[in-house]
C-alpha cells in the first residue's frame, strides 16, 4: 500500500514521464500506460472504445430529461410540457421522456450516465458555427482539425495508426473526425465495403492511379488519402465484416440502423477503437411533440439493443456511447408548438463502465440567461473525461489547457 | 500558360455548364470563346430544348387520381439536368437550391418543391432583391423555416435568423435583436392553395392541371390580423417595417453583397478568393442593380477565371462529376429521344433515376439538401464513401442492360481494338487529361479487362469500357473540373 502511494506520487510528478523519453520505446510505453493508469483513474484499456453519436440539430433537453415536479417547467411549457404521470421517473425532479424506455432500464441498471446543464461560455445559436465549436472543441476561434482528429494524430505520431482505428458511418465525415495527418474512413453504410472490391487486380489498379502523394493539404492529396482509406479500411474489413450474423433486431429509423452496423463493426474489427454515427431532425421550430417523441423513441429502442448486444459479446465493459448536440432548446415553447434554439442542455453517456446516475445539478428554470437554460459543465470537461479516463490520452495537451473532469467513471 | 480555343471553350462549359461533352464542343467551337459566353450566360434566347413536364411521371394515388410525388419530380429535374441545352440556367438553379437550402424532408409535397424550384430558375440570372423576396414569399420556404407560424406577440425566429446569417449578412454582422425584430416584420405571412372556386380546396386532378400548365399551385397570403404593425429596430434603422422592406434592407447591405460576391465566386471558380476580386464583384452588385448575370460576366471576364489556379483545380461536386458523364455519354438525349420515338414516359424514367441516384449516394439528393446550410463543398465532397460512389458509378453505366452499355458496344465496334486507342479514345469522350503514367495504368485496366485478347469482341466493350472508367474515375485528375 505504501509502495503504491509512493509509486503514485512519483507518477504524479511526471518524473517516469522523463524517464520515458530516454527508456527503450516498449518502456516507455508500459511508463505511459502507467502514468494515465493511476494518475488518472483506472477505467482506461487499449481495447476501450469510445462511440460518438451526434444528435443534429439541436435536441431539446428540457423535453428529453425533463424537470417533471418543477412548476416553473409547467408554465414555461403549458402545451409541449410532458404530463408528470407519464414521466420515467429517475428521482423526485427529473425524469426520461416517455418514449425513453431503453435508456430508462440502461439508467437503473447502472449503465447510464447523465451529465446535466452542459455548454460552454457565450453559446452561440446557429447551428453551424454551434457544431462546430462541439466539434473542434474550441469557442473561442475557428480551429481546423477535429477534437477527434487531433487525438488520432497524436495517436498516429506515438505509432499506433491502423486504417480502421476510427471510422464514421456518414456519407460526409464530420469536423470532429478531421485530422492533419491521420485519414478516417467514412462508409456510408458496411455494405458499400464489401461491394467495391473485387479481385486483386482491380484493388491494385485503383491503388495504382492514386500516384505519388500531392502536397499536404492541397485538394489532390484529399482525393488521395480519401481513396487510399477507403481501400486500406476495406482491404482489412472486407474479409470479417459480412461474415457476422447478428441475432439482435434493430429498428428501421435511423439510429436502429446506425446502431446496428456500430454493433456489427465492434463484434468484427478488433482494432477499432472509435466509431462516429449521427442522426438528425432535431430542429423542431415547429410542432414539436411526434417528430421529438419518434427520434427519442428510436434513439432509446436502438442504445438498449446495442447495449444488450455489446454484453452478449462481452464486451459491454469494453464500450462507452458519448451523445450530443450542438445545443438545447429555449425554455420557453414558441407559437408553433415547437421551441427555439437553445443553450445548455444535458450529455448522455452510456457504457458497462461507468458510474451511472445524474451528474451536476438540476435545471434552474427560474434563472435562465436570455431565455435558455445556463450551463454549469463546459462540455470540454466530458471530453477530457473520455480522452483521459477513457482512451488514456492527455487532454491538456490536445486542447491547450486543462478542464476538471466530472464523475462519470 | 497561353490556353487555346478549345481548351478555353471546354473550361467555359465545364463551369457553366456540366461538362464538355463532344457534341457541344463540336457546337461552341464555331461560336468561338465570346460567341460561348454570350450563348450560355444569355441563355434566354437559347431554346431549352426540355419540354418535360413532372406530370409526365406522376404516379397515381390510390383512388387512381393522378399525383406528383418527390421521387418523380427528382428523376424530372435529373433529366432537365442530364439534357438541357442551357446548362448554365440549371447549375444556377442548383446554386440558389444550395444557397436557400429548402428540403423536402420537411415540406414533403411535391407540387410545393416543384413551385420552389420553378421559382429559383425564373430568378436564377435576374436581381438578387428578387430573387430574395420571391424566395421569402415561397410556400416551401415558408413552411420549411417555419414562417407560417410566425405571429404577432408569438414571433419565431427561424427564419428570421437564417435570412441573416445564411441568405444574406452572414453571421457576426447582425444581433440576436436584430434577429428578434426581424421576425416580428415577418409576422403573419403565409400561403394558401390556389383554387378557381372559393373556399373550396382543388382536387387531385385540377392540382395536376395547374402543373401540365406551368401555373403555380400555391401563392403568398398575409394575414393582416397576425402581423405585428408595431416600431421594429432592425440594423440600426426603426421603423413599422414589413418582410419586404427587411428584404429591401438586407439586399441593399454591403455585407450581402460580400456573401454574393464570394460564394459566386466559389461556385464558379475557386476557394478564398483574393480580397480584389471580392471588392470587384461587390461593386458590380452594386453598379449593376444587383444582377447576378452581370457578375455572371464579371466572373468569366477576370483573368484570375482564366488562370493556372483556376482551371481544371475546381473540385467536382456530384452534379459536376454525374451529370457530365451522362451528358457526355448521350445518355440523357438518347432517354428523351427513346421517349419521344416511342411515346413512352417511362423510357426516359430508368436513365434519369440512375443519373439522381449516383448524385445522391454522392452527397448531393436533390430537393434533400442536408440543412437549411446547404451543402458544403470543395473537399467535403470528398471522404471514402463518396469516393466509394465515384468509382462505382462506372459500374452502375455499365451494367447489362443499362442505357451506357449499348452505347459502349457501338464506341468500342467501330475503333480499332488496341488497348492504348480504346483508352485515348475514352479519356477523349469525357474531356479528361490524365499523366502518362496514369495513362499507363487504364491500358493496364484495358488489357486486365479483355484477357490479354488481341481482337476484343463486341460483347466484351461494357466491360472493358466500365474497367477503365472505373480507374479513371478513381484516379485524382478526374475530381476536377
Known amino acids: 500500500m505504501s509502495d ?66 418543477d412548476a416553473e417547467y409547467r408554465r414555461l411549457r403549458p402545451s409541449l410540457g410532458v404530463a408528470a404521470d407519464s414521466v420515467l421517473k429517475l428521482d423526485e425532479s427529473m425524469g426520461l421522456h416517455p418514449a425513453m424506455d431503453g435508456v430508462f432500464q440502461l439508467f437503473k ?23 462546430e465549436i462541439w466539434q473542434t472543441a474550441n469557442p473561442d476561434k475557428p480551429e481546423q482539425y477535429g477534437w477527434l482528429g487531433r487525438y488520432l494524430d497524436d495517436q498516429q505520431q506515438k505509432g499506433s495508426a491502423n486504417p480502421v482505428v ?6 460526409n465525415k464530420s469536423a470532429a473526425l478531421k485530422a492533419k495527418n491521420a485519414s478516417v474512413p467514412c462508409f456510408a453504410s458496411l455494405a458499400d465495403i464489401q461491394s467495391l472490391l473485387g479481385d486483386p487486380d482491380s484493388e491494385r489498379i485503383l491503388r495504382e492511379i492514386q500516384a505519388n502523394d500531392a502536397p499536404s493539404g ?88 446495442f447495449m444488450d448486444e455489446m454484453s452478449s459479446l462481452g464486451k459491454a465493459k469494453k464500450v462507452t456511447v458519448m451523445v450530443f448536440s450542438e445545443f438545447g432548446r429555449r425554455a420557453a415553447e414558441n407559437a408553433s408548438g415547437g421551441t427555439d434554439h437553445g443553450a445548455a442542455a444535458p450529455m448522455f453517456l452510456f457504457g458497462g463502465n461507468l458510474k451511472g446516475g445524474l451528474v451536476g445539478p438540476n435545471p434552474d ?22 480522452l483521459d479516463q477513457w482512451m488514456g490520452a492527455d487532454s491538456a495537451t490536445l486542447f491547450g489547457k486543462s478542464f476538471e473532469h466530472v464523475a462519470v467513471f | 500558360m497561353e490556353l487555346t480555343k478549345e481548351q478555353k471553350i471546354s473550361h467555359l462549359l465545364r463551369r457553366l455548364g456540366f461538362g464538355a461533352s463532344l457534341s457541344e464542343m463540336e457546337f461552341f467551337l464555331p ?191 398575409l394575414r393582416t390580423g397576425l402581423h405585428d404593425t408595431g416600431t421594429k429596430a432592425i440594423l440600426g434603422s426603426e421603423g413599422n417595417f414589413d418582410g419586404d422592406d427587411v428584404c429591401g434592407m438586407l439586399a441593399a447591405h454591403k455585407e450581402t453583397s460580400r456573401t454574393i460576391a464570394r460564394k459566386l465566386w466559389e ?64 445518355i440523357g438525349v438518347a432517354a428523351m429521344k427513346a421517349m419521344q ?26 430537393f434533400y439538401p442536408p440543412d437549411v446550410a446547404g451543402w458544403d463543398w470543395g473537399k467535403a465532397w470528398i471522404s471514402s464513401a463518396t469516393m466509394i460512389e465515384r468509382i462505382k458509378v462506372a459500374d452502375g453505366l455499365f451494367g447489362n442492360g443499362t442505357a451506357a452499355a449499348a452505347l459502349a458496344s457501338s464506341l468500342l465496334g467501330r475503333s480499332r481494338s488496341e488497348s492504348e486507342t480504346i483508352v485515348d479514345m475514352l479519356l477523349h469522350l469525357v474531356d479528361a487529361t490524365v499523366s502518362e503514367s496514369h495513362r499507363k495504368t487504364l491500358v493496364d485496366a484495358c488489357k486486365e479487362a479483355s484477357d490479354g485478347a488481341d481482337q476484343l469482341p463486341r460483347a466484351m466493350a461494357p466491360r472493358i469500357i466500365e474497367s477503365v472508367f472505373r480507374a479513371l474515375f478513381a484516379s485524382p485528375e478526374f475530381q476536377f473540373c
Not at chain 2, 372559393?198 to 401555373?215: F, L
Not at chain 2, 449593376?288 to 471576364?301: A, C, N
Request: include cysteine.
Open chain 2, 31 to 221: 461560336l468561338g470563346v465570346e460567341g460561348t459566353i454570350d450563348r450560355l450566360v444569355v441563355y434566354d434566347k437559347v431554346d431549352e430544348g426540355f419540354s418535360i413536364n413532372p406530370m409526365d411521371f406522376a404516379g397515381k394515388n390510390k383512388n387512381g387520381q393522378p399525383v406528383l410525388r418527390i421521387q418523380s419530380l427528382m428523376a424530372w429535374w435529373a433529366l432537365r439536368l442530364i439534357t438541357t441545352a442551357r446548362p448554365l440556367q440549371e447549375k444556377l438553379t442548383l446554386f440558389w437550391h444550395d444557397h436557400f437550402a429548402v428540403s423536402a424532408s420537411k415540406v414533403n409535397q411535391a407540387p410545393m418543391m416543384l413551385q420552389y424550384n420553378d421559382t429559383l430558375r425564373r430568378n436564377a440570372s435576374g436581381s438578387f432583391l428578387d430573387l430574395l423576396q420571391a424566395m421569402s414569399k415561397d410556400a416551401a420556404m415558408i413552411k420549411w423555416l417555419d414562417n407560417d407560424t410566425n405571429v404577432k406577440g408569438k414571433p419565431n425566429e427561424n427564419f428570421a435568423r437564417e435570412v441573416m446569417e445564411l441568405f444574406t449578412l452572414g453571421i457576426g454582422n447582425y444581433t440576436e435583436k436584430d434577429v428578434q425584430e426581424a421576425a416580428r416584420a415577418f409576422t403573419g405571412w403565409g400561403f394558401r392553395v390556389r383554387s378557381a372556386r372559393p373556399r373550396k380546396r382543388p382536387t387531385p386532378e385540377e392540382i395536376a392541371g395547374m402543373i401540365s400548365k406551368g401555373e403555380p399551385v400555391f401563392e403568398f397570403q
Open chain 2, 267 to 330: 461556385w464558379f471558380a475557386y476557394e478564398n478568393p483574393e480580397p480584389a476580386i471580392i471588392d470587384k464583384l461587390s461593386k458590380v452588385y452594386f453598379d449593376g442593380g444587383m444582377q447576378i448575370r452581370k457578375m455572371l460576366m464579371t466572373i468569366v471576364e477576370s483573368d484570375q477565371f482564366w488562370s493556372d489556379k483556376c482551371v481544371r483545380k475546381l473540385i467536382k461536386n456530384p452534379a459536376d462529376f454525374t451529370v457530365s458523364i451522362y451528358r457526355q455519354l448521350g
Open chain 1, 166 to 171: 476510427a471510422i464514421e458511418l456518414n456519407r
Open chain 1, 4 to 69: 503504491d502511494l509512493t509509486r503514485r506520487d512519483f507518477l504524479r510528478t511526471g518524473a517516469i514521464v522523463a524517464l520515458g523519453l530516454a527508456a527503450p520505446p516498449w518502456l516507455a510505453q508500459i511508463a505511459r500506460a502507467d502514468v494515465l493508469r493511476l494518475s488518472k483513474g483506472g477505467k482506461i484499456d487499449p481495447d476501450n472504445i469510445l462511440v460518438v453519436c451526434q444528435f443534429s440539430g439541436g435536441n431539446d433537453g428540457l423535453n428529453t430529461l425533463i424537470p417533471w415536479s
Open chain 1, 365 to 386: 428554470l427560474a434563472n435562465l440567461e436570455r431565455g435558455d437554460v445556463k450551463w454549469h459543465t463546459d462540455f470540454r470537461q466530458v471530453y477530457a473525461t473520455i
Open chain 2, 341 to 366: 420515338d416511342g411515346g413512352r414516359q417511362r423510357a426516359a424514367l430508368g436513365p434519369a433515376r440512375s443519373a439522381e441516384t449516383a448524385m445522391e449516394r454522392q452527397g448531393m439528393k436533390l
Open chain 1, 109 to 131: 441498471s447502472g449503465n447510464a450516465a447523465i451529465v446535466q446543464g452542459v455548454g460552454y461560455p457565450n453559446p452561440n445559436r446557429s447551428h453551424f458555427r454551434s457544431m
Open chain 1, 218 to 305: 492541397s485538394d489532390s492529396r484529399a482525393v488521395q488519402m480519401a481513396t487510399k482509406s477507403a481501400l486500406d479500411a476495406m482491404s482489412e474489413l472486407n474479409k470479417s465484416v459480412g461474415n457476422y450474423k447478428s441475432t439482435y433486431t434493430y429498428g428501421s429509423d435511423q439510429f436502429g440502423q446506425a446502431f446496428k452496423q456500430v454493433a456489427q463493426l465492434i463484434a468484427t474489427s478488433p482494432k477499432t477503437r472509435i466509431v462516429y454515427i449521427a442522426g438528425g431532425g432535431f430542429d423542431t421550430h415547429s410542432r414539436q411533440a411526434g417528430q421529438h417523441e419518434a427520434l427519442l423513441k428510436g434513439f432509446s429502442a436502438a442504445i438498449k439493443t
